[in-house]
């Protein structure tokens, strides 16, 4: 058995580099955002790094909070998901009922 949870590097980026796709964030396998997120972080980073290497301080700081960002949206939409389902008592599911923290 692997654990599949979410996580989000942070930060996402620094001098030089960025993280992007699973080094980046990972979703919850569920949300089926995997391959989406991967590219668009793909693209997203080597604008930053470029823009970074040409000059612009503020590209990477801005990728890190952008990753930020959409790692927390996911969380908040899969809270909202999750608490939908009431079907099942099982230590699945009350795990994922608790609030995050």
């Known amino acids: 058995m692997t654990a599949a949870g979410a996580s ?3 930060p996402a980026a620094g001098p030089g580099w960025a993280a992007v796709g699973d080094a980046a ?3 919850d396998p569920l949300a089926a955002r995997g391959i989406v997120m991967a590219l668009a972080t793909g693209m997203e980073g080597a604008r930053a790094v470029l823009a970074d290497h040409a000059g612009d301080g503020g ?14 949206e996911h969380l908040r939409a899969r ?3 999750y608490g939908r389902e009431r079907r099942w008592d099982t230590p699945f599911w009350r795990r994922r009922h608790r609030p995050p923290g």
């Open 8 to 10: 989000c590097t942070r």
């Open 79 to 81: 809270a909202v998901q």
């Open 25 to 27: 964030t990972t979703t």
């Open 59 to 72: 590209a990477l700081p801005a990728y890190a909070r952008r990753i930020t960002a959409l790692h927390e």
